[in-house]
């Protein structure tokens, strides 16, 4: 009788009640993207491994500078393509590190660092923007390099608080009022 409450228990638990979500729901729901930016977790994380926050290679930084007029005057098609460039950029190399034998604390760090971004950039390509021309991703920027995850983490922090905000506040427009 217990196990098939816990079952029941457990079948309702992992029900998916909103399976209709969009990519459009992410640029009007600030606290949902504020919630899925899990750095300060990865931090926190960081700070409890071993002590050492080096990596085996060098990790090229995604570009996170904003002007704040240029980056107005760029289109949401562009400023979209900025941002996709960019974590492409993090990513590949991610992947390369996770492929390298890193310690056991690294390792899962890196994992939740690609799903995090994996999950950034599937909502990216599938939000639908007005028309224009579609902009290949480009990078504005040289991109910088670091042996250190937790400069890593800062940084695709920053490209999410400031870039990827920015464009979530330029999109507002396209959210109806509940």
């Not at 950029?89 to 690294?106: R, Y």
């Amino acid at each position: 009788m217990a196990l098939s409450r816990l079952l029941l228990l457990c079948m309702v638990a992992s029900e998916v009640w909103d399976v209709q979500t969009r990519p459009i729901d992410f640029v009007c729901n600030r606290d949902a993207r504020r919630a899925m930016n899990i750095v300060a977790e990865m931090e926190a994380a960081l700070r409890v491994c071993d002590g050492s926050t080096t990596l085996s290679t060098l990790v090229q930084l995604p570009c996170i500078q904003v002007h704040k007029a240029s980056w107005g005057n760029k289109s949401p098609q562009e400023q979209r393509g900025d941002i996709v460039a960019s974590l492409k950029l993090l990513i590949e190399d991610v992947k390369v590190l996770k492929a390298a034998s890193q310690p056991g604390c690294t390792s899962s760090l890196l994992h939740r660092l690609e799903r995090s971004i994996n999950n950034y950039l599937r909502i990216l390509t599938h939000l639908e923007l007005s028309q224009g021309p579609a902009e290949s991703p480009a990078l504005s920027c040289v991109p910088q390099s670091t042996q250190s995850l937790s400069t890593i983490l800062w940084t695709y922090n920053r490209l999410l608080s400031g870039k990827l905000e920015g464009l979530m506040d330029n999109l507002a427009d396209k959210c109806t009022p509940q």
